[in-house]
Nanobody
Framework: QVHLEESGGGSVQAGGSLKLSCTATGLLFTHCGMAWYRQFPGKKREVVSSMSAVGTTYYAEPVMGRFTIYQDNAKNTLYLEMDDLTTEDTAVYYC??????????????????WGRGTQVTVSS
């Protein structure tokens, strides 16, 4: 059974930093495209950053240069380092293990899986 669990969300002032973690059980990161999505109130979920099974990264334009995605395969844990946060980054952040991520098809992934999300709130 696959399970993804996010942690590290919380409240921070603008200009601050947070690090999100996502620990997976039941699948191997090296088989899947791993991604962070976020969802603003009343909006559809959107991709923030992703990493393919071979390590290729993608960043959405609003977070480029401020967020860093990386993973520890030994711990089966995905991270999102978020720096220079702004109020526009306030959202629920989701971890995902996906077959298809921006620019990459990861055929060894057994399916699409999502965490339950973690709230990030940035105040001015």
């Amino acid at each position: 059974q696959v399970h993804l669990e996010e942690s590290g969300g919380g409240s921070v002032q603008a200009g601050g930093s947070l690090k999100l973690s996502c620990t997976a059980t039941g699948l191997l990161f090296t088989h899947c495209g791993m991604a962070w999505y976020r969802q603003f109130p009343g909006k559809k979920r959107e991709v923030v950053s992703s990493m393919s099974a071979v390590g290729t990264t993608y960043y959405a334009e609003p977070v480029m240069g401020r967020f860093t995605i990386y993973q520890d395969n030994a711990k089966n844990t995905l991270y999102l380092e978020m720096d220079d946060l702004t109020t526009e980054d306030t959202a629920v952040y989701y971890c995902a293990a996906l077959i298809v991520i921006p620019g990459s098809y990861n055929g060894r992934c057994p399916g699409d899986y999502w965490g339950r999300g973690t709230q990030v709130t940035v105040s001015s």
